[in-house]
């Protein structure tokens, strides 16, 4: 990861406390979509797939895959079936 990832990626988890306490038992998710180096849109949701899939994202950094194992397969194969890196 970057220095650029990872400062992007303190914004995310930022976002993500933002759900506490309503997102219980999920987990806190934060969402920061960046281009050219600037953040675009942040926010916090249970489940960032769908937004960004909308934006067409090509690359997306991750901290931590889903623990349960559907899940996790199901992110998996929504990652290489769009490309993202």
């Given amino acids: 990861m970057s220095a650029p990832d990872e400062d ?25 979509f960046v281009r050219d180096g ?16 909308a934006r067409g994202l090509r690359r997306v950094v991750v901290a931590m895959l889903d623990p349960t194992r559907a899940m996790r397969a199901r992110e998996s194969t929504s990652s ?6």
């Fill in 8 to 32: 992007f990626m303190r914004l995310a988890l930022a976002e993500g406390r933002k759900a506490l306490p309503a997102c219980l038992p999920n987990p806190p998710v934060g969402c920061v």
């Fill in 38 to 53: 600037a953040v675009i849109a942040s926010g916090f949701t249970p489940s960032c797939a769908k937004a960004r899939v």
């Fill in 80 to 85: 290489k079936r769009r490309a993202w890196r």
